[in-house]
């Protein structure tokens, strides 16, 4: 069984920066994509970042590029997300999820198998 555990939110003044990790168990030798997404009240769930677990190659939303680093740690079965530059509308819960079968696709949450709970980052204006 696949379990992920988001940690690393927290209150920030915009312009600051956080870094959330999400630590993987079970079946970690099988995930093949690890992904974050955030949620804010009334809205979908939208996809930020991306990474290939074996390969590293990353993906990102237009509205994080340069200013969010999504990373992992194979030995460590743990995903990050580095962010930078926080403005008040990135407030959200984000949560990690992971695909085990090969797949193309990296954006929709239909192609995620496993999610976390997820972890509130809220940015102060």
């Known amino acids: 069984q696949v379990q992920l555990v988001e940690s690393g939110g927290g209150l920030v003044q915009a312009g600051g920066s956080l870094r959330l990790s999400c630590a993987a168990s079970g079946r970690t030798s099988s995930y093949y994509r690890m992904a974050w997404f955030l949620r804010q009240p009334g809205k979908e769930r939208e996809f930020v970042a991306a990474?290939?677990?074996?390969?590293?190659?990353?993906y990102y939303a237009d509205s994080v590029k340069g200013r969010f680093t999504i990373s992992r740690d194979n030995a460590q079965n743990t995903m990050y997300l580095q962010m930078n530059s926080l403005k008040p509308e990135d407030t959200a819960v984000y949560s990690c999820?992971?695909?085990?079968?090969?797949?193309?696709?990296?954006?929709?949450?239909?192609?995620?198998?496993?999610w976390g709970q997820g972890t509130q980052v809220t940015v102060s204006s």
């Open positions: 999820a992971a695909r085990i079968a090969p797949t193309a696709q990296s954006v929709g949450t239909t192609v995620y198998n496993y």
């Open positions: 990474i290939s677990w074996s390969t590293g190659t990353t």
